[in-house]
């Protein structure tokens, strides 16, 4: 039996009358054929051998087929039916059958009966008989006892609408058919009659509208503001990156509801009051003071509660648990712990949660890495021993501290619930939650292999994170500790072939990152902080899966504020009733609904909302995360419609959308402080340049220039080697001839240096060349570079395209030398100039070595161009945006006057900092507009 069929089971059982529906075929006094109504494709047969008579004396003369059908005959006849010989004189049968091509939803079958005396049958019941529905023959549908009666055989008799909401299966495909029949019973006399009147069978031709469902009244778990947090690596926080605010401003838009410091490994190796800077542990004997960085490229104790007054997130406290067992001091380590938690409690801080160690199963734990080498590491029993020692100094603090452990991913394996057996036992009165650490599908993440799973689950496993996470809870629960829960400190993508396909973009990682967040979401937890908050300087900006990067926010940080709206409220049930569409909705107290749906498929889908009980008042707010052509991903506002008094819209493919409903109130939102500065036109010269230093800025950059470098695709940055000729290429912009310079071997992953130009100067930039130094040093180094456009805003300019390469170049027989000189130009690609605002990106490649560990370098490194026109005519305007206000640019004559008017287009606001280019009007005032979406 060949069909598509929506089987609708459990909680997802919604019924077959809630979708749009017509009456299909229809009797009112006939038999057999003889139908009242009987649309095209519809077949049909009343069967009549079970009744006491067809009777033409008798009838409803409502007009109607149940209460709401009309085109009903108000002419005598109706279906008698007594007890008498029951089973054969009680019962009518109706029976459907599709032709139509197509498939055919039942929805209701809707029928007059009136009995008519105090002893004719008084109870009425609907059965399917049998048929090519999958339910059972005689399944009862509906019954109804009790009836009134009315001695008035021609009169509006009583009318009944029973919908097919008892089935799991109400499709019948072409050709297939399906009896129905109607019973009457419960006479004080089988000898005295009611009767059956105007009969019909609604339904839907073709398949029914996708569906979200939602049920506001089974509430399910409250969304936590650490429920979207960040890790922080203390090491990878310099001054200068937080030091305008733009980061924290950031945070606190997208909603970071908990910060975690100071790091995730590094904290196994950390010492909270000596930081210093390095992935190395002070407390080795061995350890060499000069690895250390200075306190400006990291971020002490009070930085991160600086940052956690800026952010209003929750603070996350990581103590170390594995210098005092590595190096024999567990009395001085927990001392340390002590006084870290009394440190901030002496500066007005209230510590609520904090981590034991970090992965203390892994190799790279700083106890694990067995650097004393006596061969000892953690077990789950020596963990939860120290996890005692340390809790109760904890809890002298902070007595009311939530602590966490921490364990192996793999929740549902033997191992993990052996370790449990093990730690609970022994420390489960100090454990408040157990952090588990997921990165989806490590070294083999990808957009297919994303794509393929239906839905998102764990790396080397069948279970969703969804069903993990209630699967430890229940474990935990099983153990005799129902108050411990699953947290997850760490998550994000895995490494994997993502991170080299040409056609992979930082949308794509966003949209993968919210099957994550929504299955957390689902799940109930608590916690869940996606690592990290930023990469470490130097990170690919076309490699983002964090919420900041150098200069700005992510595609992530969109979805991130999209989730925001989450917080406080109530996780209801909802499902979604096909394939690749995923649901979560949430209650506020006021009544208020919020409905995330993830459209995973590669088709656009209309969606239509099953609220039942809910009045939907306004539309308050929906948005579309989607691709927006540059790989980037944008926020669009979005549609709904009314159909048959419901509301729908159109996912489309590859989106997350979220549709709010009935606010009591939207925010206000803030009027930013502006900026206004006159256009400053560049000559052809130095746009930017690098021979010192990566990360924000360069070493030289011309005003209204954002240059960025990034080496993580390189061998890195080395202090002692470098070219000494003191230019860019063979250009005399007058480059540093000190050492330091990117080395680079032929080695994937350490092959290329990054570098991006965004332009902010408030007119159109032409980019016109290149330049660099570089040397293989021996002969045996890479001796082939080329030069890639990477992304950005160039028009016609596809991803990774070649713009110049040179081959066989000669060694230079030394780190510290005079290097090749390059000055490669631009001109052969179609578009050159950036307008305000836009960005390119480029990077430098070295190959063909002769042996893989041989390295060279790249130096001083620089792009040229100029301003396309004159700079008189324009101002920048620039301020602090927030994500997704409507900014708008105006300008009066006069701070007195009430005209103002608009010279600027509205441009929809992303967190952090944004700018416009606009004519300039002398004499003339400047203000930024700024409205909700």
Known sequence: ?????????????????????????????????????????????????????????????????????????????????????????????????????????????????????????????????????????????????????????????????????????????????????????????????????????????????????????????????????????????PDAFYADGEIADIAKNVGIGALRWPGGTVVTVSHWDAFTGAWTDSWNPTYDIASGQPPENFMDLDEYLALI????????????????????????????????????????????????????????????????????????????????????????????????????????????????????????????????????????????????????????????????????????????????????????????????????????????????????????????????????????????????????????????????KAVGKTVVQASASIDGIYIVAVKGRQGELVAYLLNKTDSDRPIEFIIPGYQIDEIDEAWRFKDDGNGQGSLQKIGLWDVNGRKRTTLLANSLNMIGFNYLSNDVPNRPVIQVERTRAISESLLAGWHSAMGIGGDISAAGINALLWDSDSYGFDETVGSTDGSYGSADFGASSAAGAFVVRATNGMDEVGFQIENETGLPLCLEMVHFDYAPWWTSSPQDVALYYTFGNLSGVTNRTLINSVSGLSSSGNKLADYHDFDWSLSVLPDQVLEHGEKASFILRASNATEIWSNGAFDNIAVSGSTVSDASDSLVVSWRAETARKYTVVQSSSLLSNEWNTVSPIINGIPGDMSLSVLLESPGFYRLQVENP
Not at 505 to 522: D, P
């Open 309 to 564: 007054d800026q952010t209003g997130a929750e603070i996350m406290l990581g103590i170390n648990m594995s210098s005092g067992k590595e190096w024999q001091r567990e009395t001085e380590g927990v001392a340390e712990a002590r006084a870290l938690v009394q440190a901030c409690k002496d500066r007005g801080y209230n510590v609520k949660y904090i981590y034991f160690d970090n992965e203390s199963y892994h190799s790279g734990n700083g106890y694990n890495r067995d650097l004393d080498g006596d061969g000892e590491s953690w077990t789950p029993a020596s963990y939860a021993e120290s996890f005692n020692l340390y809790a109760e100094a904890i809890k002298e603090v902070f007595p009311d501290a939530k602590l966490i452990a921490n364990w192996i991913n793999n929740v549902t394996g033997s191992a993990f619930q052996s370790a449990m057996e093990t730690m609970l036992g022994i420390a489960g009165t100090n454990i408040d939650y157990v952090d588990i650490h997921w990165y989806w599908e490590w070294d083999n993440a990808s957009w297919p292999l994303w794509k393929s799973e239906l839905p998102m689950s764990r790396t080397s496993s069948s279970f969703s994170y969804k069903d993990s996470i209630l699967y430890a809870n229940n474990l935990f629960a099983s153990l005799g500790y129902p108050n411990i829960r699953m947290v997850v400190l760490e998550w994000n993508l895995g490494p994997g072939p993502w991170q080299t396909d040409l056609a992979h973009s930082n949308f794509k990682t966003a949209l993968m990152q919210t099957e994550m967040q929504m299955q957390f979401l689902q799940a109930g937890l608590d916690i869940g902080l996606i690592f990290a908050l930023h990469n470490a300087p130097g990170g690919n900006p076309a490699l983002e899966n964090h919420v900041v990067r150098s200069g700005g926010s992510t595609s992530t940080a969109l979805w991130m504020w999209l989730f925001s």
């Open 1 to 237: 039996m060949l069909k598509t069929v929506i089987i609708l089971v459990c909680l997802m059982c919604w019924p077959a009358a809630l979708f749009a529906a017509e009456p299909l075929i229809g009797w009112e006094g006939g038999r057999g054929t003889n139908t009242a109504i009987q649309v095209d494709g519809i077949n049909g047969f009343l069967f009549t051998g079970k009744l006491y008579a067809v009777d033409s004396a008798v009838g409803s003369l409502d007009g109607t087929f149940g209460a709401s059908i009309y085109g009903a005959s108000t002419n005598p006849s109706a279906y008698n039916v007594r007890t008498v010989f029951l089973g054969e004189k009680n019962t009518v049968g109706i029976q459907i059958q599709n032709n139509t091509g197509g498939n055919l939803q039942l929805t209701s079958i809707s029928f007059d009966y009136l009995a008519w005396f105090s002893n004719s049958p008084k109870t009425i019941t609907l059965t399917y008989a049998y048929g090519d529905l999958d339910d059972p023959d005689n399944t009862v549908l509906q019954s109804v006892g009790g009836l009134g009666h009315d001695a008035s055989w021609l009169s509006d008799y009583p009318d009944f609408d029973w919908t097919l909401e008892n089935l799991s299966d109400y499709v019948l495909a072409d050709g297939e058919r399906a009896t129905f029949e109607l019973t009457a019973t419960d006479a004080a006399d089988e000898n005295t009659s009611g009767a059956f009147d105007n009969i019909a069978v609604s339904g839907q031709r073709g398949n029914p509208p996708p569906f979200a469902a939602i049920e506001t009244g089974v509430e399910k778990s409250e969304v936590t503001k650490m429920m979207s947090g960040a890790g922080l690596i203390y090491l990878w926080c």
